[in-house]
């Protein structure tokens, strides 16, 4: 069972930056897929960054060149650097985590089955 526990949320004015924190119970390089996901009020959760047992990171198109996933193995972290937020960015954030082979990718919310509780963003 792995555990997620994310920190760094919290309130920003547009075009500020923030940096999240997702600290996991185990090592996730190389056999695992990693991803943050966020969910705004009425709306679904949806996938914003991801990256592969390979280490290939990927973005969903509305963060594209704003957003850095990135993960620290010596310290079980995986990281969310946002940069010029938006206030279409104010949304819960939320790490996932799952077991994967190399070549295999985990996109959609049904795929992961480890959870963070989440952190607020709010861009203002």
């Known amino acids: 069972h792995v555990q997620l526990v994310e920190s760094g949320g919290g309130s920003v004015q547009a075009g500020g930056s923030l940096r999240l924190s997702c600290e996991t119970s185990v090592d996730t390089a190389s056999t695992y897929c990693v991803a943050w996901f966020r969910q705004a009020l009425g709306k679904e959760r949806e996938g914003v960054a991801f990256i592969d047992p390979g280490g290939e990171s990927t973005y969903t198109d509305s963060v594209k060149g704003r957003f850095t996933i990135s993960q620290d193995n010596a310290v079980n972290t995986i990281y969310l650097q946002m940069d010029n937020l938006k206030r279409e960015d104010t949304a819960m954030y939320y790490c996932?985590?799952?077991?994967?082979?190399?070549?295999?990718?985990?996109?959609?919310?049904?795929?992961?089955?480890?959870w963070g509780q989440g952190t607020q963003v709010t861009v203002s």
């Open positions: 996932a985590a799952d077991f994967c082979a190399v070549g295999w990718v985990r996109r959609t919310v049904e795929s992961y089955n480890y």
